[in-house]
């Protein structure tokens, strides 16, 4: 299991019309890509969806489809949402869940006909603050897991993805500022991920630390926890593969660097937490996405524009196998910012979202960390089993109708029903 934005000129704009009955056909999968940028004063974002097949060249593809969701999302529910930052997809590829990091609103997108089926804004935390920062979808598809991050809530939307019928349980949010103390400061949670037994999710939080919570009791409760001791603040994403839980960590800013930190929690431990320190690195870098690539895991710095890759199944401190930069090949000399990855089902791919010259959250005022000049994807090709990898190429995005910048952030494949 691994955790894990865009308009393409040449994409119709999309919202109503219907996919074409040979997308099946063209490929075996698809790269949904978000982008943050505004498309409406109310909000919106764009999707962009890409054949698989299209993708496997050299060539930079224009998208087979475009989602405006500002226009997709009025009159939904709680209407449109600003800035969406993060996409998932039930457990059937049936429909996508958008979480909007600006305005805490949470979307269900029906994929047969890309309409936005509900729209629900989560519940402002103690002091009205309230993100939608990431969701994840059960193992099940029974429920939408929220980390509400500026609200410090975890929260849970019923799901019923087969009737779409959602429903914002609020008997199970679990108030995580009431749990703040000199090891877990600052407790806004950053991504829920589901570890292997579909109960437990982890969750980093933004302070330093991270929890493993019981995502099926009502109210939902914390199992165990990690200290800021054991994982460092400004954490980001994680991945979970077969031995470890693999998570990064910016660790706080400097005025002008930021720090780069990868930790492992070893699964067979669970539900127990204890943590281990592979690598810290200090200056212009910044550890973000994380997966899980064969027998390998691939780390992101998305300051330093570099690519990590680390045996999987080693345990403890440890040097990279291999360290790539993606500032080359086909983007030499461009400053890419790279982002979120994820993984074609046949193994052979990666893609990964490049910021563009203005991104609009996650970059650190005077020290430039998220900024880029692409704004875009990347395309990888894996190489001995993940332990490689080349730069095949990049998919540059035109402006969105109705926006003022290029933001790309979340990126997923889905994977189409044969």
Aim: aromatic share 6%.
């Amino acid at each position: 299991m691994i955790l894990i934005g865009i308009a393409c000129a040449g994409a119709p704009s999309a919202g109503p019309s219907a996919p074409a009955a040979s997308t099946a056909k063209a490929a075996d999968y698809e790269v949904w890509v978000l982008d943050q940028a505004e498309t409406s004063p109310a909000g919106g974002g764009t999707i962009s969806i890409y054949r698989g097949a299209d993708l496997a060249g050299s060539a930079a593809p224009a998208a087979a489809y475009t989602v405006n969701l500002a226009e997709a999302a009025t009159g939904i529910g709680d209407g449109p949402g600003k800035q969406p930052h993060s996409l998932a997809f039930d457990p059937t590829n049936s429909h996508a869940v958008i979480s909007y990091v600006a305005s805490a609103h949470v979307q269900v997108l029906r994929v047969s006909d890309r309409k936005v089926v509900a729209s629900i804004r989560m519940t402002a935390g103690k002091d009205g603050a309230r993100q939608a920062h990431a969701s994840s979808v059960s193992p099940v598809g029974d429920a939408i897991i929220v980390a509400n991050q500026t609200g410090k809530l975890l929260q849970r939307i019923r799901a019923d993805f087969k009737n779409d019928v959602y429903r914002l349980d609020a008997a199970a949010d679990l108030d995580l500022a009431l749990l703040e103390d000199a090891d877990h400061p600052n407790n806004m949670p950053v991504t829920p991920i589901w570890v292997g037994d579909g109960r437990h999710v982890f969750v980093p939080s933004r302070g330093a630390g991270a929890y493993l919570i019981d995502a099926k009791a009502t109210p939902m409760k914390v199992v165990s926890s990690l200290s800021k001791a054991q994982i460092g603040p400004s954490t980001c994403c994680a991945a979970v593969g077969s031995t470890f839980i693999w998570a990064t960590s910016a660790g706080g800013p400097t005025a002008t660097d930021t720090t780069w930190n990868v930790f492992q929690i070893p699964v067979a431990g669970l539900p127990s937490l204890k943590s281990t320190k592979v690598l810290g690195r200090t200056g212009k870098v910044e550890s973000h996405g994380v997966l899980i690539v064969g027998q390998s895991v691939w780390v992101i710095d998305r300051f330093a524009n570099s690519l990590d890759i680390f045996d999987a199944g080693r345990a403890g401190a440890a040097e990279p196998v291999r360290t790539l930069s993606l500032a080359s090949g086909p983007l030499a000399g461009k400053d890419p910012a790279p982002d979120i990855m994820d993984l074609s089902p046949d193994g052979k791919l990666v893609f990964v979202t490049l910021r563009g010259k203005a991104p609009v959250n996650g970059n650190i005022k005077d020290v430039n960390n998220a900024v880029g000049d692409v704004g875009g994807f990347a395309v990888l090709a894996v190489q001995d089993g993940g332990r490689n990898a080349t730069l095949q190429s990049f998919v540059p995005l035109a402006l969105a109708g109705g926006a003022s910048v290029v933001d790309p952030h979340s990126l997923k494949v889905r994977a189409l029903s044969r």
